[in-house]
């Protein structure tokens, strides 16, 4: 069940949703036919729903959002990327354990 914390953005909103924020903003890339995508995507739920209150967590559907992957060069999916104050903090590719998603978050906090 997805967690009501992960919100989807367009190519079109990236930048009011996540650039602009005034908070961390953790930002999955994923694709529906990708396997490892779909394995990391109840980690970003947890993250999201552990993190409510001090992170945003969104998710970008490549295929339909082309524009904010090659951006910010993404390459293989699933790549999350942690951006605060509108620059990236850092990034990581795969479907990785819950652990280092909060490694992940708590260098923006």
């Not at 190519?11 to 949703?17: C, L």
């Not at 529906?32 to 559907?61: H, M, S």
């Not at 390459?75 to 819950?98: E, M, N, S, W, Y």
Request: charged share 25%; proline share 6%; with cysteine.
């Amino acid at each position: 069940m997805a967690s009501e914390n992960v919100f989807h953005t367009t190519d079109q909103n990236f930048e009011r949703d996540i650039l602009k924020s005034t908070k961390p903003i953790l930002v999955d890339f994923w694709a529906t036919w990708c396997a490892p995508c779909r394995a990391l995507a109840p980690v970003v739920d947890e993250v999201a729903n552990q993190f409510k209150d001090t992170i945003g967590v969104y998710k970008v559907d490549i295929d339909s959002n082309p524009e904010s992957p090659a951006k910010f060069g993404v390459r293989g999916i699933p790549t999350v990327i942690l951006f605060k104050d509108g620059k990236v903090v850092d990034q990581v590719v795969g479907a990785v354990p819950k652990s280092t998603l909060e490694g992940l978050i708590k260098k923006a906090l």
